[in-house]
């Protein structure tokens, strides 16, 4: 009998022009968040699962932003895993800066797809729905339960996505292990992650007329002087756990990091880092600003946890009595990790060595992902997908192989976490 | 004090409680610009020309922005006047922080109260209601008086002062210009400094919030941007002498009425960072961030040499580049011209104060008259919280300046019968 993994791969290596249609239709699908509508999105995939013939439910608390849930149950005793994926994307910026047909053009040009999301996270969710479908197809030689969620609202925080399912659909969501596809490049599975703390800062001052600068401070002007103060946060010394530091020692994981997030990333992986994402202060050009409001995007690594950042937060806000702040990311979101040598780790290494050559290593990552609700809740979570190069920029793209890589990756994976005891695939 | 004078006063006088209503009903009509929708207020404006039967007609090249324009001639030949105000106001401040609504128009403690209460509805209330005074008495006054209330001055005017001067400017330019902006009583604007409105806009390639190595941040190379453009505040200025003569004599009263410092500012470069803005979400790296900076520019300085030095600034940032918005050179009338005159005349004779001729911080659409050699005098009340929370005008003081406006504009006029 052909060993699963083989039939797997020869099921994608046979479905390779429909899989980037399917691909290249969803990328086409509009979903920026914000504004965050992802219903059509939503429908793009159900569309998928009914002719496939798979049942699924639609959880929508919000009625704009639908998430899907499927499971499948082998009737076999075995662990159970969840797959994950968000359908939303970051928003696509100003039209005229993208080539190749725009943000939604799904074009592909020297084989790469080209389009707002194809990367984060458009890539990975298709892979979990072909994944799903797949193994469903021979849920005969598996154990165990696979279940699929595609979630709306990755981007702001999940709150009505994957932290709506945990908090109302625990026991068909939490799993036993959760495979994501979110970039992580073909070099690192990701194990944990940083942690984003997120502050509104709002600098307030009397205002006046533009032309005399003597009757009231500036606020636009304190906000220069805020962003250089914060800077302190990024000097920050982290206290790592053993198995993260040991693991963040290693030169092959800092190469690893290095090679697939840029130069640099290891560095980043243990330092707090600072992004003022948005600044917006002043009402007219000739009126003295009496408000600006920066949105600033902390990310903590494993080891400093967010009381610590808000007791320095408030000895920078000292200096500045003009100035107030809010919170707005979770408040008990911590950086987060799971074991660095789990099972389902070493699976997803075998995998991508079969499928690519490139056996990845274990990282800690900069960027949130929805994988933190597992981890948070004690179940392991790793994540394999694309290159995370283009996303968020304009001409956002993924390699057409890549792709079809990181689907292969995720099904032999999956099939091999829900082989029966004592059977490989 | 002829008899002329004396029935005018006599007339505002009698007007006292309508005048009032007229101010308190113009700030309820609310016209912040932007958007620059001042039908509204510029309805409450002709209706208390229509009842006076003065002549007027709106004129409207943007059917949402109606200026409106009237003339009236003297019995005898003499210079033609012109009043200029205008509609439209800021937008509100900080609505939150105001203690009654922006907008209310509230009568209380003897002040009118609201957004445009000071700048300028006080001022085209007043100049309003000066032209249909003199109305009533031109058979018995020389000359031309022309009345231009306009409706987008806090957008440098291409609806209202300047289409009136490219489109009808044998109507509106005159002789003289009477401007009723607010400042202090106790001050003549001759002269005022020249915006230059400069918008810069950063370009990166911009990238997920996590990955700060991956790009640089648009708005990280603007805050350090702001900071370096700090330096044109620096640049060295040679006053003419009318000016240096007029801001060293009436420095106390500058920094008296505008709040010290304001006699320093008049003479240097300042800048104003006014809007700065950047990023699309907080999650990502900015690949654009827009900064526009109001530089008001001192007489003697060029805004050709300024635009230059700005750009030497800006050239230090691969990923900016500027445009200019607006630029203008600073201009200045005479400051012992005959208006000047009459105006310090009046109000010591209404009001007892000693007016001293100074230039102005603030741009008033005055200056467009300037640029056609046209004299221009701006005098009006104290400008008390202009953009700011609880802007207000004092009742008591309006009507002193409402009067030497009243004075100043019939005098004027008069002159030709004694010339």
């Given at each position: 009998m052909t060993p699963l993994a083989d039939i797997l791969l020869a099921a994608i290596n046979d479905r390779r022009a429909e899989l980037i249609t399917l691909l290249q239709g969803f990328v086409r699908t509009p979903t920026a968040n914000p504004p965050g509508e992802t219903r059509r999105g939503a429908a793009y995939l159900e569309a998928f699962l009914r002719r496939c013939g798979l049942a699924y439910r639609v959880i929508a608390p919000m009625p704009d932003m639908p998430n899907l849930l499927a499971t499948f149950d082998t009737q076999r005793p075995g662990p159970h895993l969840v797959l994950n994926g968000h359908i939303d994307v970051f928003p696509p910026g100003r039209d005229e800066r993208w080539r190749h047909g725009g943000p939604w053009s799904g074009t592909i040009e020297n084989g790469r797809l080209y389009g707002r999301g194809t990367a984060d996270m458009k890539c990975g969710t298709i892979a979990s729905f072909v994944t799903y479908a797949l193994l469903h197809e021979h849920r005969d030689q598996l154990a165990g339960r696979l279940t699929l969620t595609a979630v709306s609202d990755e981007e702001t925080g999940g709150k009505w996505g994957t932290g709506y399912l945990f908090e109302n659909h625990r026991d068909e969501v939490a799993g036993d292990c959760c495979l994501n596809g979110e970039p992580s490049s073909a070099h690192t599975v990701r194990y944990g992650e940083k942690t984003p703390h997120w502050l509104i800062f709002r600098v307030k001052t009397r205002g006046a007329h533009g032309?005399?600068?003597?009757?009231s401070a500036s606020a636009n002007k304190i906000a220069t002087r805020l962003m250089a103060a914060l800077e302190d946060l990024t000097d920050i010394r982290p206290e790592m756990p053993q198995a993260v530091a040991r693991n963040l020692a290693d030169p092959a994981v800092r190469k690893a990091l290095d090679d697939g997030l840029g130069e640099g990333a290891a560095g980043l992986v243990q330092k707090v880092s600072l992004n003022i994402g948005m600044i917006d202060g002043g009402l007219k050009t000739n009126m003295i600003p009496s408000e600006c409001k920066l949105e600033a995007d902390i990310r903590l690594p494993v080891g400093v946890t967010k009381q610590r950042i808000r007791a320095e937060v408030t000895r920078i806000l000292k200096d500045f009595p003009e100035v107030s702040v809010e919170e707005i990311s979770h408040p008990h979101d911590e950086a987060n990790w799971c074991d660095p040598e789990g099972h389902m780790l070493q699976l997803i290494q075998e995998a991508a060595h079969r499928v690519s050559g490139v056996r990845p290593v274990p990282v800690i990552t900069l960027a949130a992902t929805d994988a933190r609700f597992w981890r948070q809740s004690g179940v392991p979570a790793y994540i394999y997908g694309c290159s995370p190069d283009l996303m968020g920029t304009y001409d956002e793209a993924v390699g057409v192989d890549e792709f079809l890589n990181v689907v292969r990756v995720h099904a032999l994976a999956a099939a091999a976490f829900l082989a029966p005891e004592g059977k490989g695939i | 004090m002829s008899d002329l004078r004396r029935r005018l006063l006599a007339m505002i006088d009698a007007d006292r409680d309508a005048l009032v209503d007229l101010l308190s009903r113009l700030v309820r009509a609310r016209s912040p610009n932007p958007p620059g929708d001042t039908r509204a207020a510029a309805a409450v404006l002709a209706g208390w020309l229509e009842v006076r039967g003065a002549p007027y007609r709106v004129v409207a090249c943007n059917p949402t922005m109606p200026n409106l324009i009237g003339s009236i001639e003297g019995a005898r030949a003499g210079p033609h006047l012109v009043l200029n105000g205008h509609i439209d106001t800021f937008p509100p401040v900080a609505a939150e922080r105001w203690t009654d609504d922006p907008f209310s128009g509230r009568i209380l403690d003897d002040k009118v109260w609201g957004t445009g209460s000071s700048d300028m509805k006080q001022g085209t209330a007043s100049l309003v209601a000066v032209y249909g005074w003199l109305h009533a008495l031109k058979a018995e006054i020389g000359g031309r008086l022309t009345l231009t209330a306009v409706s987008d001055e806090e957008t440098f005017g291409p609806n209202g002062a300047r289409y009136l001067l490219e489109h009808h400017s044998s109507e509106v330019l005159g002789d003289c210009l009477l401007n009723a902006e607010p400042g202090a009583p106790t001050t003549v604007r001759f002269a005022e400094k020249a915006p230059l409105w400069i918008g810069i806009d950063i370009e990166t390639v911009g990238a997920h919030g996590a990955y700060p190595h991956k790009s640089p941040s648009a708005t990280r190379i603007a805050a350090a941007l702001i900071e370096d453009l700090a330096a044109i505040e620096e640049t060295d200025v040679e006053l003419p002498p009318a000016l240096a003569r007029a801001i060293a004599n009436g420095a106390p009263e500058i920094d008296r009425i505008h709040l010290a410092g304001a006699a320093a500012n008049m003479g240097r470069v300042t800048l104003n960072i006014g809007t700065w803005n950047g990023g699309m979400l907080v999650n990502m790296l900015p690949g654009h961030s827009r900064i526009e900076a109001d530089i008001r520019l001192p007489w003697g300085v060029s805004p050709t040499a300024m635009v230059a030095k700005v750009g030497k600034i800006v050239a230090r940032y691969s990923h900016a580049s500027m445009r200019v918005i607006s630029s203008q050179a600073p201009e200045w009338s005479d400051p012992d011209h005959i208006m000047v005159d009459l105006i310090r005349r009046n109000a010591h004779e209404i009001a007892g104060l000693n007016v001293r001729p100074i230039p102005s911080l603030a741009g008033t659409d005055a200056r467009l008259w300037r640029q056609r050699g046209v004299p221009a005098f701006t005098y009006g009340t104290t400008a008390t919280n202009v953009a700011m929370p609880d802007e207000h005008t004092d009742i008591n003081e309006w009507l002193g300046v409402v009067k030497t406006h009243a004075l100043s504009a019939l005098d004027y006029l008069s002159r030709g019968a004694t010339k």
């Open positions: 032309a005399y600068v003597h009757m | -």
